[in-house]
């Protein structure tokens, strides 16, 4: 079963990325010459109908599990005999 994956990315406000690599003060401020400063978060599923933005970075976080664990319904339970004999079919 292939797995969901919706990274987070931080936008600037011309909407180009915030690399990892913008260090910002605890405060928000940007500490990198080139980093105009977050403006935004963003997080784009691969399943491609989910995406969600926002300013507050928590926020987009939480919303990006939540919708995440929509893709992961739980796992049907195979009885053990059942895979018992399942493992003897094979040649
Ligand atoms: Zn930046
Ligand atoms: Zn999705």
Do not use: I
């Not at 990274?7 to 260090?23: A, E, M, Q």
């Not at 010459?33 to 507050?56: L, M």
């Amino acid at each position: 079963m292939a797995a969901h994956r919706a990274p987070l990315t931080n936008h600037h406000p011309d909407h180009s990325v915030c690399t990892p690599d913008h260090k910002h003060t605890s405060s928000g401020k940007p500490l990198h010459p080139d980093c105009p400063g977050r403006s935004y978060s963003q997080a784009v599923c691969t399943c491609g109908s989910w995406e969600f933005k926002g300013s507050a970075k928590g926020y987009v976080n939480e919303s990006r599990k939540r919708h995440l664990a929509t893709h992961t319904p739980p796992a049907p339970k195979v009885p053990v005999v059942l895979r018992a004999r399942l493992r003897l079919d094979l040649p």
